[in-house]
């Protein structure tokens, strides 16, 4: 059974930085790509970051510079850094996990999502 699960969530305030954790279980790194999207209220799901089996990456042009993808393949674990965060960077952050090998920005893509975890940066 496939499972995702985000934590590091948190509330902060502008310019400050957080890190969020996903761990996975059920599948690994080398076998399927895995990427962050977020949701924040009244939005559609968007694409943060992305990282497919090879370790090219992907990033939205609003995080670029700011946010770092990750992995530590070895025990299945996904980080996203974020840095210099700004109140438009609230959202509930999801990790999923997509059965092919590169990555994607459509969230119908990917099959498996954890619980999400809330970021919440005020001003």
């Known amino acids: 059974e496939v499972q995702l699960v985000e934590s590091g969530g948190g509330l902060v305030q502008a310019g400050g930085s957080l890190r969020l954790t996903c761990a996975a279980s059920?599948?690994?790194?080398?076998?399927?790509?895995i990427a962050w999207f977020r949701q924040a209220p009244g939005k559609e799901r968007e694409g943060v970051s992305c990282?497919?089996?090879?370790?090219?990456?992907y990033y939205a042009d609003s995080v670029k510079g700011r946010f770092t993808i990750s992995s530590d393949n070895a025990n299945n674990i996904l980080y996203l850094q974020m840095n210099s965060l700004t109140p438009e960077d609230t959202a509930v952050y999801y990790c999923?996990?997509?059965?092919?090998?590169?990555?994607?920005?459509?969230?119908?893509?990917?099959?498996?999502w954890g619980q999400g975890t809330q970021v919440t940066v005020s001003s």
């Open positions: 990282i497919s089996t090879d370790g090219s990456t």
């Open positions: 999923a996990a997509r059965r092919y090998y590169s990555y994607s920005t459509d969230p119908s893509d990917y099959f498996a």
């Open positions: 059920g599948f690994t790194f080398d076998d399927w790509a």
